[in-house]
């Protein structure tokens, strides 16, 4: 499959275990924040997205957390599988900005093992 | 599938050549982005389009362009090409063109350029 990035930090997890993927972002005045997941050989597919006025939301085995605070988010994903098994992007766009003027970060590879 | 159609997957050429890069979004899709894809950078917005005209401009070189055509497919044009060009090239479409954070993009699977 296609290589997205050859030092990415990897998250290498137990099949059924919970996974936490960490992010930093960068712009104080983002307002909108986006987890896209790469499989090799493929295009981002998006995951799930909050906005700034919400702290925590939940989707289909993902959940994601927004600190503003610190400029933090994290994506975690409850009973992970093998095909959950990809890089995963954080992306944040500020209001005024384009919708697809993403700025993504450098991703995080995670590793699912059998 | 996300339903959004890049061609060529793959392609070879020299530096200094010129390359064209199409992009068939989503159906009922109006907005286009192309999102360029490097092992030391990451991935980078680079343009987009909506309903036929340009919407926003990130980080793309004077020597690429992009046009969307009446039926809303979308070219990126490389000229002059250097060995940095390298990378994954991603279109993605959305129905959304408004400035403002909403909506998801559906991303192609990407036209993977490597220039010799």
């Known amino acids: 499959g296609e290589s997205v990035g050859l030092h990415l930090p990897t998250l290498s997890v137990q099949e059924g275990d919970n996974s936490i993927i960490n992010c930093a972002y960068s712009?104080?005045?983002?307002?909108?924040f986006i987890w896209y997941k790469q499989e090799s050989g493929k295009g981002p597919q998006f995951i799930i997205d909050?906005?700034?006025?919400?702290d925590k939301r939940q989707g289909q085995r993902v959940t994601v957390l927004l600190n503003k605070t610190v400029k933090h988010l994290s994506l975690q994903i409850a009973a992970t599988q093998p095909g959950d098994s990809a890089v995963y992007f954080c992306?944040?766009?500020?209001?005024?900005?384009?919708?697809?003027?993403?700025?993504f970060g450098k991703g995080t590879k995670l590793s699912v093992k059998p | 599938d996300s339903g959004v159609t890049q061609t060529p997957k793959h392609l070879i050429t020299a530096t200094g050549q010129r390359v064209t890069l199409r992009c068939s979004p989503r159906?009922?899709?109006?907005?286009v982005y192309w999102y360029q894809q490097s092992l030391d950078q990451g991935l980078q917005f680079l343009i987009q389009?909506?309903?036929?005209?340009?919407?926003a401009k990130g980080n793309i070189l004077e020597r690429f362009s992009a046009q969307q055509f009446p039926d809303l497919h979308s070219e990126l044009n490389l000229s002059s090409l250097e060995l940095g060009d390298s990378a994954l090239y991603f279109c993605?479409?959305?129905?959304?063109?408004?400035?403002?954070?909403?909506?998801?993009?559906?991303f192609g699977e990407g036209s993977r350029l490597t220039v010799l």
């Open positions: 993605a479409s959305s129905s959304q063109g408004t400035s403002g954070s909403t909506g998801e993009l559906f």
């Open positions: 712009n104080s005045a983002s307002d909108y």
């Open positions: 909050i906005r700034s006025n919400m």
């Open positions: 992306a944040e766009n500020y209001y005024g900005g384009s919708q697809g003027n993403l700025i």
């Open positions: 159906s009922g899709d109006l907005s």
């Open positions: 389009y909506y309903n036929g005209e340009e919407r």
